[in-house]
DNA sequence: GATTGGTGTAACTCATGAGTGTAATTACCG
DNA sequence: CGGTAATTACACTCATGAGTTACACCAATC
């Protein structure tokens, strides 16, 4: 609860505006991850950024727009992680790896977590249908990269979609648990996640 | 859409009104997996069974107590896939297999998707309260069989709490992406599942 | 064939929360 | 400074959906 830095001093006004509409989004997110979509209203993120509800209208449209923000930044800083792991020159066991731990950061924060957590059904028709599309670009590369695996024998044989929907329900489901006052740093995770994925649970017999 | 035998002709008042009631809460289960439990009115439920708003009342006393009475059908099923993994009479690594396939199994049916998708912030904090503690149940066995085959090194050492996260993660992912046409049958994907978790993507290097 | 209790319905109340109109006020960029 | 953008106060509208009141129906029983 509170409102850091709401206003920035030396910046154009354009910025600020940018940035102040960043600051709703943002609470919305926190918000959404906390108590669910439909449980948070406008008055609650308000109160949130010491403003009125009314001042929310002034950077966004509705309440659905602050949600699609949140999904458009989200997929943005996503964006990163997906063109590393689509770099030919690195041996694709390293490509995964790449894809997991960012994917397993990127779920980490306020606005991957809420593409994460919050069903998209509140969203409307097009806008969901858009999203959905991002979010099979993602899962398509991961299961790309699983059959490339297999097929140069770097991993053994498994039915990609089924593997990458583990990993993607595994890594999807951190937000659930890991929202608490002194959460498991998300790079652990990330190296746990990736051991156990690779190696299994079971130790290599020698 | 239909309603598949509200009534049932041979047999006593009670009976029949506790089946009635049941198919009430089935339809809100469906309801509430499809479009989430906020989004979902009473009068959806009412139609889904061809009956009024009305009616439903008549067998519930509150929305919530629909949702929480998917809660407690769902958690008397899975208690007995609890029960099975507890034997102690099996190996460990055949009880964790147990627990996975039924978790599997009961994740897959309208109850216990309900139960790993609808948020719990919907429900009373004192039922809520109560609910995590039998989901806690569920985590804390997973855990222990997880140590247990870490101390007789039938495991690798891993962080059992990590590991735990995963593989309940995975698994309550399915009802997000299984809910299609024509779901994949859900023993197949226990036996996917068992395979990564315990053998993990890379082959075996001999 | 009237009675009774379980079952059903239509038509309501009522609270909530999204979104708006408007005018007055404040902040601060140029 | 002046003017424009930002913000507030506040009183609305409006749709939705949960839960209720009052009454109709019907089937079995006496």
Redesign the pocket.
Known sequence: MGNKS??T??????A??EG?RRAVLQAGARLFNDQGYEQ????EI?TAL??????I???V?????ILFGCHLLGLEFLGETMAQSQDQSLPVMERIALLIRGYCAWVSTDFGATIAMVREQSLSADRRTALRASKAEVDFQLRSLISEGIAESSLRPCDPRLVAAVVFGALNWIPHWNRVENPVPQEDIAEQYLQLVFQGMVPAQS
Chains 1, 2 share one sequence.
Request: hydrophobic share 15%; proline share 3%; net charge positive.
């Open positions: 709401w206003t001093p030396g910046a154009s006004r354009d600020q505006r102040k948070t209203s406008l008055e308000a010491n403003i009125t509800k009314r001042t209208y002034y950077y449209d509705s309440k659905e727009d």
